[in-house]
């Protein structure tokens, strides 16, 4: 049987958090995209973008929430314009 990694939306908050994205507990996905598009400069999004590479490319499972904010809010923030 193979375990694969979960991200859920406190696992994806950490993250951010991990990063320097200051965001609440208890914030949902979408609400911690929101707030990290908020605080972007161009470090934050270069390292924002790594990591929404690596949580895309990796081998871990989003659930909807997670996925469904990352491609609604973070992806065209960090779009080349």
């Known amino acids: 049987m193979m ?7 406190e696992d994806f908050r ?3 958090v991990a ?3 200051p965001i609440p507990p208890g914030t949902s996905a979408e609400q911690a995209c929101e707030q ?5 400069n161009s470090e934050r999004a270069l390292v ?11 081998s871990a ?5 997670v996925r469904e ?4 809010t973070l992806l065209p923030a960090l779009a080349p314009r």
């Not at 375990?3 to 939306?9: N, T």
């Not at 904010?69 to 609604?72: K, L, N, Q, W």
């Open 48 to 58: 924002l973008r790594r990591l929404i590479e690596d949580l895309l490319g990796g």
């Open 36 to 40: 990290a598009v908020r605080g972007l």
């Open 3 to 9: 375990h694969s990694d979960l991200i859920d939306q």
């Open 69 to 72: 904010a990352i491609s609604r």
């Open 14 to 16: 950490e993250r951010l």
């Open 19 to 21: 990063l320097g994205f």
């Open 61 to 65: 499972t989003l659930l909807p929430a």
